[in-house]
């Protein structure tokens, strides 16, 4: 496709100006006022930039600035959230390799971290087990109290049961058996005393020494009477005393006794299960303190390898982030660096894009999947087909902080084909098609001119410049369709020439 150009070719450039000399001494012959001009429209330091009239195709769009992007760029940045200092990096613009080393950051705190984590770590992997240990001791001896305060009950019930069944009964049996015992003696000494008073009372002595004796006997048979009652008195006192202090006290203590192992072992089940816990919380806070320091140390030794940046792909190396207009860091040794950020962008440049801010008033007129022509600003010969990839769906303001800033809309432009000669961070022309005129005639938009609401160019004639007005139809940024007034081949003005009053 032929874009129509105001340079002339050099042979075709010196024709004009011959005719150009020709015609100017002939409307200042021709012409009698010609030493009056309009001031309004001369211009007599002009140079004479003419435009042919051309027949071709004429692009119907819109006209943007853009610049080359790459469409995969590989920001490098250290991830770690650890603070340091950057000690190596290599130059801007350097090529480097896949794989190759690009930047370093230094190690030494974050390996002394690490050599702390270590040594706490293994501290407290000997208090684990030492307190697993201490754990099982704690264990044994806890099973020893419980059987001891276990066995205390099981003696305290058998006491009560024994004494209850067997010892009680048998000790209220034997207070009862003296009781009767003591009854016999005493009915059988008043027998034995009666059976001596009887005998005495019927007995006639014949000296008194006989009868002495006897009285003697009744003596003795009452003393041992009054023996055997006092005997008597004193069981059932003593059985008395049994049934209502002495049974009841020896229960009652034995109950007490039985009450109190009983409470002894729930006071000690509840003590060994009280430091049993005690001691598993301790081992849980070890084994917690532990997983900590491990995950810490692995983490931290997840770091070191961070602190090497590595180039992902061959390229160029671009000091941070081409994306952000602002906040890039100085990148240098010895900057404070800190995690995420950016300090060097290695841009692929297999596929390459050019961003775009289409402005609002643009946006009804441009859809993604247009046609599009990219030409570089520094090598305007090449002329590149892409087209429109991706159009924001929200506006946003040219400059963020400035809400009064025009609105524009983040495109992509594709390309379809790539140019070694295009790089990254080049100003380009997009042109965006919209449709295409073919075999019509066009002219530059700035020959075109306004008088009394009517279009008109001024025509180059070999008695100066001529007046002639036309019609147009569609335009472009830079051209403008006529359909009539004018013809293939006629030279026009750029500019509004000088002009005599009778024109």
Known sequence: MKLPSVLKKKKVLTGLVFLLLVAAVAVYFLNPFGGETDSAESDSDSPDRIFTVKRGELIIGVMLTGSVNARTKHKLAMEAP???????????????????????????????????????????????????????????????????????????????????RLEGPRDRDEQNLKVDEAAKTLQDAEDALSEKIQTFNTTVYSDAAAEEKAQKEIDTARQTRDSANTKYNSAVQERKI???????????????????????????????????????????????????????????????????????????VIYGDPDRRWGNPEVKVGMDARRKQVIITIPDMSKMIVDVNLPEQYRSKVSAGDRVIITPDSIQTIKLDGKIDTIASLPVNLIPWDQNSPKIYRTVVDFNNNDPRVVSGMSVQVEVVSRILKDVLFIPIEAVFEENGKLLVYKVTLTGPEKVFIKINESNNNYVEVTEGLKEGDDIYLYRPFQTSSN
């Open 82 to 164: 650890w603070g340091t200092k950057l000690i190596k990096v290599v130059d801007e613009n350097k090529e480097v390799k896949k794989g190759e080393v690009v930047a370093e950051y230094e190690t030494y705190d974050l390996i002394l971290k690490i050599d702390d984590l270590k040594v706490s770590l293994d501290n407290k992997k000997k208090d684990l087990e030492i307190a697993l240990d201490e754990m099982e001791i704690l264990k044994s001896t806890n099973e020893a109290d419980i059987r001891t305060a276990r066995d205390a009950v099981t003696e305290a019930e058998d006491a009560y049961s024994k004494y209850w």
């Open 242 to 316: 049994f049934k209502r202090y002495t049974q009841p006290s020896k229960l009652k203590e034995l109950r007490n006794k039985l009450a109190q192992a009983r409470l002894n072992l729930r006071k000690t089940k509840v003590k060994t299960e009280a430091s049993i816990a005690q001691k598993k919380n301790q081992l849980f806070q070890y084994e917690t303190q532990i997983r900590k320091y491990e995950r810490d140390l692995r983490k931290h030794q997840s770091y070191l390898p961070m602190m090497k940046l590595i180039a992902p792909v061959s390229g160029i």
